[in-house]
């Protein structure tokens, strides 16, 4: 299908409904809604003139939902996103909204932007986005902009998300809660604010630990924030702090046999765990000029630090090799030495036709080198005699040290333009930031006997090739203009451009990563415009064009090389050039609202151009190496409306969405069950992106003292990573129930409760290939079939005091 008969049969969709909808009996318009359109928050617009689709929330939704972070809400709450549970932890969700991913992993294509208080918030190493650093209890107020408005700079090729934490003049009062819940769930959150009319301040605390409902998954966040405001008649000031000291074990997907034989809550390997450390200051503000002009803008210093630890099984295996350590033959028992020395080995090639330059020698690093080598001899001799293996897990650490500083600033003007309304804002940003990566992989033994957890203990010995020490210095510099021109009563003409500049400069630290430096310029010039009518006081339609892009992160460019893949998120090797993706948007809607009432459908059309993907080279689903595979398509209809009744709201939404490749290419995937190479097809469907997403919201205030809501989510099947090809079974679709309740004791105190996945429903979020054979050989399984294991039902229930 191409792209205007893509677009006919969902504009068709959209304007039908729109029909359907504008036929029930609407009268008066509720109260305009103004939103930040730019990064930084500033005059904003009124929603009803902007051309794209715009979801909303403030700190009461976000309470009255009881998420536990910002992701959470998005998941059950906001049209066309899902959630990937790639690593089963509730901090480190994979979040998709269209098809674009805003996610802490390293590997995945980062396709969302986000800003808190007007400063970029993702990592400038992989364009990540850790959920965890933030209080959910700090957000005054989210907006999710569809589609790729150029304003909002790197990263913009789906969406932006733009939050916005309290203060002191908006959030007077204090309050106080904690909740339990099942797995060892326990949460205390603590926040005061006020003001003296010029002066005021907000600070909040948060503290929550788990145990994980799957084995070896313990989880414990730390966050505070905290904001100085300053008002005065034409001007204000805001400092905000915030840090965080989280440590978060989430083991990820497991086989699906292993489910099978031993629960959904047994794992493949551990730990899998990340800290984070992050320290944020950020000074922003505002001052009206004369009557219609506007400067605001802001400055900041971020600092986060990474680490991970993971414990996973080994892709070495025994090899001879001679004095010289030059590989002579790969090793099985009851090989003749004939005066060789059994070492160990990297093997890349064809398992079926093994050849001796597939194997590369361990250079081992670690404690007294003598004495170290003497140490592997010793323990490689008596694996060959029969005893246990004790070479047959890796312990992989890295640390990744972020330190940004960065400012923005933007002037908006109010006059108007041959006597017609106009509203231009013009700015700029400038981030910079540096970068210190290093990882290492240890030599381990793997616990993998039938009853054993599966864990991994470090020998003290590591592969002095998997050493990678990177410095890295990331510069972003935009300019932006966006002007939206009343043209007359009902239409308003918005013009938006951005200019992108990005640098990156990479130095590797050490003769075996010298492959890894090099110099980055990424250049480009992103326009959008849009038209908003307003046919009546309470319909209004939209089209948009626009254009965004990112450039290949210091991640990406350090994982490139098809010959030589690495292991995300803690090997890199030589970098060839990746092109930056560009995203181009089409966009069209309608929306109604009144009274106690609210719609929109729209459809959407964006091809990214050079979209980068990871290539699973290796024997882990996290091996392999990022590449341009030309163009990819996202399309699909959005429907949606809001009722509220005398005292029952409903929410409902549904989305459509295909994803596919529209470029031909050769998958790499070494664990598809079909072969390790699958040619993929124009049309072939993205995986791990469902085509259906329904969800319904509904809340009844049965007393005046009691409030019970409910959720209902619905997703359709997804294909497994790695078979980008379309050839295999699919991972199943999942329908959920989510009930919550609160009840106000007295003015102050107030108990909640919420019971997620009310009947227990067994599903997985999503799935990859894998080989499970190296660790569980023993079990007798050996399934390539990865899936990350949805939470069983659980309940936590709280009490709240405000005061």
């Avoid at 966050?223 to 083991?251: H, P, Y």
């Avoid at 006597?419 to 290492?440: M, P, R």
Wanted: glycine letters at 10%; a negative charge.
């Amino acid at each position: 299908m191409n792209a205007v008969n893509g677009w006919l049969p969902l504009l068709a969709g959209a304007l039908s409904f729109s029909s359907a909808v504008f036929a029930a009996d609407v009268t008066t318009l509720e109260g305009v809604t103004v939103i930040g359109n730019t990064p930084i928050h500033g005059v904003g617009i009124e929603k009803n003139r902007i051309a794209a689709a715009v979801q909303s929330a403030n700190s009461e939704d976000l309470e009255k939902s009881q998420a536990l972070n910002v992701a959470e809400h998005l998941r059950y709450n906001f049209s066309s996103v899902t959630i990937n549970e790639a690593v089963n932890n509730p901090f480190q969700p994979d979040v998709q909204y269209r098809g674009f991913t805003a996610s802490p992993l390293l590997g995945l294509p980062q396709g969302l932007s986000v800003y808190v208080n007007g400063v970029r918030f993702n990592e400038p190493f992989g364009d990540t986005v850790n959920w965890d650093l933030l209080p959910e209890g700090s957000i005054d107020s989210i907006n999710l902009f569809a589609g790729s408005n150029p304003v909002f700079g790197q990263n913009t090729l789906g969406g932006a998300l733009s939050i916005k934490t309290k203060n002191g003049f908006d959030n007077e009062g204090s309050q106080i809660e904690t909740s339990i819940g099942n797995d060892g769930r326990f949460n205390v959150e603590l926040q005061t604010g006020g003001n003296d009319g010029e002066y005021g301040y907000y600070v909040i605390g948060n503290y929550y630990e788990e145990d994980g409902w799957r084995d070896h998954s313990p989880t414990e966040v730390q966050q505070a924030l905290a904001n100085l405001s300053w008002r005065g008649e034409e001007s204000a000031l805001d400092l905000t702090v915030a840090a965080n000291n989280n440590t978060m074990i989430g083991n990820g997907a497991a086989p699906i046999g292993l489910m099978e034989a031993e629960g959904r809550e047994s794992i493949f390997t551990q730990p899998d765990q990340t800290e984070t450390n992050l320290s944020l200051l950020t000074l922003s503000g505002d001052t009206w000029l004369d009557d219609n002009t506007q400067l605001a803008g802001n400055v900041f210093y971020r600092r986060n630090k990474v680490k991970t630890l993971n414990g996973d099984d080994s892709d070495y295996s025994a090899c001879l090799v001679d004095a010289n350590n030059a590989v002579q033959s790969g090793f099985e028992t009851g090989d003749a030495l004939g005066g060789n020395q059994v070492s160990l080995c990297e093997f890349e090639g064809d398992e079926a036709a093994p050849l001796l330059s597939d194997y590369e020698a361990v250079e081992f690093r670690g404690g007294d080198d003598d004495d170290s080598l003497t140490d592997v001899d010793a323990a490689l001799a008596a694996q060959v005699q029969g005893d246990d293996e004790i070479f047959d897990g890796t312990l992989n650490t890295s640390e990744t040290k972020m330190e940004s500083f960065g400012l923005g600033s933007q002037v908006t003007f109010l006059d108007d333009w041959n006597g017609k309304e106009n509203q231009l804002t013009v700015g700029g940003s400038v981030d910079y930031s540096q970068i210190d990566f290093q990882s290492d992989t240890e030599f381990a033994e793997l616990r993998n006997e039938d009853g054993e957890d599966r864990g991994v203990t470090g020998v003290g010995l590591y592969d002095n090739e998997s050493s990678v020490r990177l410095e890295t210095d990331v510069t972003y510099v935009g300019f932006f203009a966006t002007d939206t021109l009343a043209l007359n009563d009902q239409l308003d003409l918005t013009l938006s451009a951005r200019y992108n500049y990005t640098k990156i400069d990479m130095v590797g630290i050490g003769e075996e990563n010298l492959d890894l430096t090099g110099e980055h310029v990424f250049k480009r010039l992103n326009p959008a415009v849009g038209l908003a009518y307003q046919s009546s006081e309470h319909l209004s339609y939209y089209g948009s064009y626009s254009e965004s892009s990112r450039a290949p992160t210091p991640a990406e460019l350090s994982c490139a090389d098809p010959n030589d893949p690495c292991k995300l998120p803690n090997g890199f090797v030589s970098d060839p050039p990746l092109e930056q993706v560009v995203a181009k948007s089409f966009e069209v809607g309608v929306r109604g609202n009144s009274v106690g009432y609210s719609w929109s459908a729209g459809a959407f059309h964006t091809t990214n151009h050079d979209d980068i993907i990871f290539q699973n080279a290796g024997s882990t689903a996290s091996e392999g190496y990022f590449a341009n595979v030309g163009e990819t398509r996202r399309m699909g209809l959005e429907l949606a409306a809001n009722k509220r009744y005398e005292n029952i709201a409903v929410g409902i939404s549904y989305t459509w969405m295909d994803a596919t490749f529209q470029t031909p290419y050769n998958s790499v995937s070494n664990n598809n069950p079909l072969g390790d190479t699958r040619s993929v097809e124009k049309g072939d469907s993205i995986p791990g992106l469902p085509e259906h997403n329904i969800k319904l919201v509904a809340d009844w205030a049965a007393t005046p003292k009691l409030d019970i809501g409910a959720e209902v989510t619905y997703q359709s099947s997804q294909f497994y990573r790695g078979d980008e090809a379309n050839e295999n079974e699919k991972v199943d679709g999942f329908a959920l129930l989510n009930l919550r309740s609160t009840y106000k004791l007295n003015n102050t105190f107030e108990l909640f409760g919420r019971i997620d996945n009310v009947f227990d429903k067994e599903y997985e979020t999503f799935g990859v290939y894998g080989e499970a054979d190296e660790v569980l050989e023993d079990q007798g399984i050996d399934d390539h079939r990865f899936v990350g294991p949805g939470k069983p039902r659980s309940g936590v229930i709280g009490i709240r005091a405000k005061f």
